[in-house]
């Protein structure tokens, strides 16, 4: 009997009460998940679960770590599957990110306290963030979101994904035990990397990692000048590129946050940050409707999932006057994620246009709930005015 630990949202989906849809996936095996708990509800919720299945065969247990003796700037190593990633035959590939510690203590909610460089790849939710030693330090679950850029003709704002990635750490879970018929040594991943060769000896702060710091700290000069250096020192370095890019985008330079994306894309087209980036910056500030169009669709063919693309891409179907494609991709993107208010209000605003109130009532309620949950005062009014404004017609 083995048992892993992973995150809550990547089950949720699969309802951990009917265990037969839901599977543990290794590299080359398939198991039925035998039993399960959530830990994301209660006093202490985290964004975990805990799954068994049954193997014959003789996985590798990890040895947890102490994320409290973790300190900022440690160099840490994130393991998980990437959607778009598989070996010659066709099985799922381990992909290592290494990674620099940036903030062990954010109180991002759900646990996600560990924040770290690199957003990860679609797919890596529940991965193992380890130290050099191969212990277990955390478990990688978000991608981050960092800061927003202004449309200068709606005044919308807009957000850009961050060079951010956060985990919940390893202490966490060991504070909760103990579970029900649990025992630490029961908790495995089913790999045994060769450590030495996915993490650097180097532990000095490169001029990336003090590019980030500058980010995050909102002085965006520096940062810029840090990633600079970063690309004198190595000029196929295309995170600086994607990091610079990101940075110019939030000071408002558009064009050339635009060639920077464009940079960091040539030299690794599996960048889904900067392409998302440049797609946002290309519909929503130059109108260019086309190429951005090819962005968020190569966004949707590598991860049909990602609801922040289809959401994009529903936008500029809906600017170039396609409603119903932009119906389609706003009702995908909110079967994906239930949270996307942006895209009930849009989608009801759609409802309105072609004479279906109730429908458009309904998206646009919850759109103004969403938006009060979330204290967006602008937005929320913005619906309730939408709402008022079709319940005055109705009456009429």
């Known amino acids: 009997m083995y048992t892993v630990l992973t995150v809550a949202h990547g089950v949720k989906s699969q309802d951990i ?3 037969n849809p839901l599977k543990i996936q290794s590299r080359y095996d398939e198991y039925n998940v035998i039993a399960g708990q959530l ?3 209660g006093v202490k919720s985290l964004d975990l679960a805990i799954i068994r299945f049954e193997s014959s065969k003789n996985y590798i247990p990890i040895i947890f770590g102490s994320s409290q003796q973790t300190q900022k700037w ?3 190593t994130i393991l998980g599957y990437p959607i778009t990633s598989t070996n010659r035959t066709g099985q799922p590939q381990i ?23 690199g957003n990860g790849w679609e797919g890596m939710s529940g991965g193992a963030i380890i130290n050099d030693c191969g212990r277990l330090l955390g478990i990688h679950g978000r991608g981050d979101s960092l800061g927003t850029i202004k449309n200068e003709e709606s005044n919308e704002e807009m957000s850009l994904r961050g060079p ?17 018929n649990l025992k630490i040594s029961e908790i495995a991943i089913n790999i045994k990397p060769n450590f030495n060769s996915l993490v650097s000896e180097d532990v000095q702060k490169s001029f990336i990692d003090l590019g980030l710091s500058e980010l995050e700290s909102n002085n965006l000069g520096s940062a810029i000048s840090y990633f600079t250096q970063a690309i004198q020192k190595d000029s196929k370095n295309h ?3 994607s990091y610079r890019g990101l940075s110019y985008s939030l000071i408002g330079d558009k064009q050339q946050a635009i060639k920077d994306y464009s940079r960091a894309i040539e030299l690794n087209s599996n960048l889904s940050n900067a392409r998302y980036n440049r797609g946002l910056i ?7 409707y086309d190429e951005a169009l090819r962005d968020f669709e190569e966004l949707i063919k590598r991860n049909p999932r990602d609801a922040d693309a289809l959401f994009e891409r529903g936008n500029i179907y809906f600017q170039k006057g396609n409603k119903q494609q932009a119906l389609n991709d706003y009702t995908t993107a909110i079967r994906l994620n239930k949270q996307l208010g942006d895209a009930f209000y849009n989608r009801g605003i759609i409802y309105h246009q072609k004479k279906k109130n109730e429908q458009a009532l309904e998206d646009l309620r919850r759109a103004r709930d969403i938006f009060a949950s979330q204290e967006n005062l602008k937005k929320f009014g913005r619906a309730n005015d939408a709402i008022m404004d079709i319940q005055g017609g109705v009456k009429k």
Request: glycine share 6%; hydrophobic share 40%.
């Open 17 to 19: 009460l009917d265990y």
């Open 39 to 41: 830990l994301d509800e």
């Open 74 to 76: 440690d160099k840490v």
């Open 95 to 117: 992909y290592p990110l290494e990674t620099t510690l940036i903030e062990i203590n954010a109180n991002r909610g759900k646990g996600y306290d560990m924040s770290y460089a």
């Open 164 to 180: 951010f990635a956060a985990g919940i750490p390893i202490d966490y879970f060991v504070n909760l035990l103990p579970l029900p």
């Open 239 to 241: 995170l600086a590129y």
């Open 282 to 288: 290309l519909s929503r500030d130059l109108k260019q």
